[in-house]
């Protein structure tokens, strides 16, 4: 039995905490380091014992020093596009913001540097179910369309800009009677920037999906004020049309995870992402979905 892989985790929010707790916990999995952008959390955990002290990092920029074979950013898009291509230096990078990848002048680093530091980048499928048969319909050129729906309690979305604004003026203005409002339809590109912490699955279909990308995967978001116990993620895929029968291949899956109000992931998400970790190896230079 070799040694046990060494994990840096780059943010100690809800998802960094359970991912701390679970690599301490196996013997395949050793702590590197954590560092969050407040210290407060990390330093409050030390202090009540769930975390080593010698395993909190205060300055990101000493990553190397700690010689993690997989640096896992469960913390925010802009810190995974600050950080993704210089963690590759030294370690395979596990990115749990797949939203990063909407800003093509990244992707196209981040792929670029793979190569020259011969190193490989995973991105968590989360709440995509049917991730692999996505990927697979797009090798073999057969995937028409996706649709991704995320259906969440207003608590539970943070958003920014003209996103939020809509999503007061729709709220304020009692369209939400316990159903559906729409808050956002179109492509994934565009929503990403809005919504960087509550569409992550969209972005993994985009990422799943290459011949249609970011541009062309398509990107429903729903307020819903009577999901006060779960989020719904709807994925439909569309195949090739039967000219002889007069219909097309269609899968239509409903994903129903409960989460309480104000929750950005929810529970059985957190077990995606500790799977999509443990996955996250063996591939060659490049991005993976794990």
Same mark, same amino acid.
């Given at each position: =039995?070799?040694?046990?892989?060494?994990?840096?985790?780059?943010?100690?929010?809800?998802?960094? !905490?359970?991912?701390?707790?679970?690599? %301490?916990?196996?013997?395949?999995?050793?702590?590197?380091? $954590?560092?969050?952008?407040?210290?407060? /959390?990390?330093?409050?955990?030390?202090?009540?014992? @769930?975390?080593?002290?010698?395993?909190?990092?205060?300055?990101?920029?000493?990553?190397?020093?700690?010689? #993690?074979?997989?640096?896992?950013?469960?913390?925010?898009?802009?810190?995974? /596009?600050?950080?993704?291509? *210089?963690?590759?230096?030294?370690?395979?990078?596990?990115?749990?913001?797949?939203?990063?990848?909407?800003?093509?002048?990244?992707?196209?680093?981040?792929?670029?540097? *793979?190569?020259?530091?011969?190193?490989?980048?995973? $991105? +968590?499928?989360?709440?995509?179910?049917?991730?692999?048969?996505?990927?697979?319909?797009?090798?073999?050129?057969?995937?028409?369309?996706?649709? $991704?729906?995320?259906? /969440?309690?207003? /608590?539970?979305?943070?958003?920014?800009?003209?996103? =939020?604004?809509?999503? =007061?003026?729709?709220?304020?203005?009692? !369209?939400?009677?316990?159903?559906?409002?729409?808050?956002? !339809?179109?492509?994934?590109?565009?929503?990403?920037?809005?919504?960087?912490?509550? $569409? &992550? %699955? =969209?972005?993994?279909?985009?990422?799943?999906?290459? +011949?249609?990308?970011? +541009?062309?995967?398509?990107?429903?978001?729903? #307020?819903?004020?009577?999901?006060?116990?779960?989020?719904?993620?709807?994925?439909?895929?569309?195949?090739?049309?039967?000219?002889?029968?007069?219909?097309?291949?269609?899968?239509?899956? !409903? @994903?129903?995870?409960?989460?309480?109000?104000? #929750?950005?992931?929810?529970?059985? %998400?957190?077990?995606?992402?500790?799977?999509?970790?443990? &996955?996250?190896?063996?591939?060659?230079?490049?991005?993976?979905?794990?």
């Amino acid at each position: =039995m070799g040694r046990p892989r060494r994990i840096g985790i780059v943010g100690y929010g809800h998802l960094g !905490e359970f991912l701390v707790g679970e690599i %301490t916990r196996s013997s395949e999995l050793e702590l590197a380091f $954590v560092w969050n952008r407040s210290s407060d /959390k990390v330093e409050a955990a030390i202090r009540d014992g @769930r975390l080593s002290a010698e395993c909190a990092l205060a300055n990101l920029g000493d990553f190397a020093e700690r010689k #993690a074979d997989l640096i896992a950013e469960v913390c925010h898009p802009d810190v995974a /596009k600050e950080w993704c291509c *210089t963690f590759l230096s030294s370690a395979d990078v596990y990115i749990g913001s797949p939203t990063a990848f909407a800003d093509e002048d990244f992707e196209q680093a981040v792929r670029a540097t *793979t190569v020259k530091e011969s190193h490989s980048v995973y $991105v +968590s499928v989360g709440a995509l179910w049917g991730a692999e048969d996505i990927r697979r319909m797009d090798a073999k050129g057969t995937l028409k369309g996706v649709t $991704v729906t995320m259906k /969440k309690h207003p /608590k539970s979305l943070k958003l920014n800009g003209p996103l =939020m604004d809509r999503m =007061m003026t729709l709220m304020d203005g009692g !369209e939400d009677c316990g159903g559906d409002v729409v808050l956002y !339809e179109g492509d994934v590109r565009s929503i990403c920037p809005l919504a960087p912490n509550n $569409v &992550n %699955t =969209m972005a993994c279909a985009a990422i799943a999906a290459p +011949s249609l990308g970011f +541009s062309k995967v398509k990107a429903r978001l729903v #307020a819903n004020s009577s999901l006060t116990d779960r989020h719904i993620v709807v994925v439909d895929v569309e195949g090739p049309f039967d000219d002889q029968l007069g219909c097309a291949f269609k899968v239509h899956t !409903e @994903r129903s995870n409960p989460a309480a109000v104000g #929750a950005v992931t929810g529970k059985q %998400t957190y077990n995606a992402f500790l799977a999509s970790l443990l &996955n996250a190896e063996g591939k060659e230079p490049g991005v993976h979905l794990s």
